[in-house]
């Protein structure tokens, strides 16, 4: 089953990571900055769970997992320098790449597993492995977002001196909440 990820999805996804400084090396944030801005590009990019068995990868990792941060493969060339690799992504725009984010925090969000699309040469169905925790993952970004709003409403309520609408809206967010639990 193949899923189509927009390239507004995918810059949504890299903004998500860059806001929330996951990524410490300078070349490689400059790096997801270029692919956010050369819709081309972009195109060709498919964020996968494993880049196993494709001619032209890249992954990104965490120093915490002892594993090199970045990782540029190209048929049998292979390269840990980002620079490298943004060069030759500037010069090859025709080209499929895949991508794989070994960092724990982006596995474990909602975002990751919309634009999470499948290997080709992987025999493993993304959506068997990942769709128990993508159902997961979408209930609690629901529960959060109700309860933002809850919590919104709740504070208009104290500034409008409406003690009813507070005391409602305060007893759907605890049920809310004790179902999270």
């Known amino acids: 089953m193949e899923q189509t990820v927009s390239n507004g999805q995918k810059k949504?996804?890299?903004?998500?990571?860059?806001?929330?400084?996951?990524?410490?090396?300078?070349?490689?944030?400059?790096?997801?900055?270029?692919?956010m801005s050369n819709d081309k590009l972009l195109g060709l990019i498919h964020i996968v769970d494993e880049v196993a068995r494709v001619s032209r990868s890249i992954t990104i990792g965490c120093p915490d997992n002892g594993r090199p941060i970045f990782r540029y493969v190209?048929?049998?060339?292979?390269?840990?320098d980002?620079?490298?690799?943004?060069?030759d992504l500037r010069m090859n725009q025709?080209?499929?790449?895949?991508?794989?984010?070994?960092?724990?925090?982006?596995?474990?969000?909602?975002?990751?597993?919309?634009?999470?699309?499948?290997?080709?040469?992987?025999?493993v169905d993304v959506h068997e492995k990942y769709g128990e925790m993508a159902n997961c993952a979408a209930v609690e970004a629901e529960r959060n977002?109700?309860?933002?709003?809850?919590?919104?409403?709740?504070?208009?309520?104290?500034?409008?001196?409406?003690?009813?609408?507070?005391?409602?809206?305060s007893k759907q967010l605890n049920q809310l909440q004790k179902y999270q639990r």
Do not use: C
């Open 94 to 123: 025709e080209e499929d790449i895949y991508m794989e984010l070994d960092i724990e925090t982006v596995r474990r969000s909602p975002i990751y597993f919309s634009v999470l699309e499948e290997n080709p040469n992987n025999p």
């Open 12 to 35: 949504t996804f890299l903004r998500w990571i860059l806001d929330r400084h996951l990524l410490t090396n300078r070349e490689i944030i400059w790096l997801l900055h270029y692919l």
């Open 145 to 169: 977002f109700i309860a933002d709003r809850l919590n919104k409403a709740i504070n208009e309520a104290l500034d409008q001196g409406n003690q009813d609408q507070f005391y409602l809206l």
């Open 74 to 80: 190209k048929t049998t060339v292979e390269t840990n």
């Open 82 to 87: 980002p620079e490298k690799a943004f060069h």
